[in-house]
């Protein structure tokens, strides 16, 4: 079954260092989304996206945030200049047209020292 | 925006019996509410969801009820394993946007 795939597993980064998380989406899925998940609070929503352009950002989403589909199989998460309180796992997701169910990736585990 | 409230935030039950989780939610337009579990360090995984047009959905040991009046939806495992201790979440979304909003979680845990 064809699942939603997340790379580096790991990234540890020093405060004020740009990353980038990286997801492969399932290949006929054309919405795509990230959220965050601070250690042992909720699953927040960050961003979605469709037709190459962002449709919805939450309040966390700020200009330090970006995404990108550079190609026709990644969708990317930029943090511009890494704050301690990025710290957290940040999943991928993505669905189809017409269905609300998402499927998400393994996650990025982000430490921000 | 959505708010998604999610209540217990721990439950523990033994082997055996029900576990009963339910979650509040404030936008009346919302019209999607999947559950989740995540294990430790995994990814959130859907086990069930349900619709707005629908009030109850079953797949065997696990049910969902729908009160679109009251604005809540409720999770039902019954005859509960060892192996169903996870966090719970449950999420709702419309479908203009589909950004699920979560609730905070309900840590269970099923004791032999």
């Known amino acids: 079954e064809p699942e939603v795939t997340q790379t580096p597993s790991h990234q540890v980064t020093q405060m004020g260092q740009e990353v980038i998380l990286r997801c492969v989406p399932i290949?006929?899925?054309?919405?795509f989304y990230w959220y965050r998940q601070i250690l042992g609070q909720k699953v927040e929503f960050l961003v979605s996206f469709y037709n190459n352009e962002i449709s919805e950002k939450s309040e966390i989403f700020d200009d330090q945030f970006s995404v990108e589909r550079p190609d026709g199989s990644n969708f990317t998460l930029k943090i511009r200049s890494t704050k301690l309180e990025d710290s957290a796992m940040y999943f991928c997701?993505?669905?189809?047209?017409?269905?609300?169910?998402?499927?998400f990736g393994p996650g990025t585990r982000l430490l921000v020292l | 925006g959505e708010n998604v409230e999610q209540h217990p935030s721990t439950l523990s039950v033994q082997e055996g019996d029900s576990a009963v989780i339910k979650c509040t939610y404030s936008?009346?337009?919302?019209?999607?509410f999947p559950w989740y579990k995540q294990e430790l360090g995994k990814r959130p995984q859907l086990i069930i969801d349900i619709r707005s047009n629908v009030g109850e959905k079953k797949d065997q040991r696990i049910a969902v009820t729908l009160n679109k009046t009251a604005k809540h939806f409720s999770l039902h495992i019954t005859e509960t394993q060892p192996e169903d201790s996870a966090v719970y979440f449950c999420?709702?979304?419309?479908?203009?946007?589909?950004?699920?909003?979560f609730g905070a979680g309900t840590r269970l845990t099923v004791k032999p």
């Open positions: 290949s006929n899925h054309l919405y």
């Open positions: 997701a993505s669905n189809t047209q017409g269905e609300q169910t998402q499927y």
């Open positions: 999420a709702a979304s419309k479908t203009r946007n589909n950004d699920m909003r």
């Open positions: 936008d009346s337009a919302s019209n999607y």
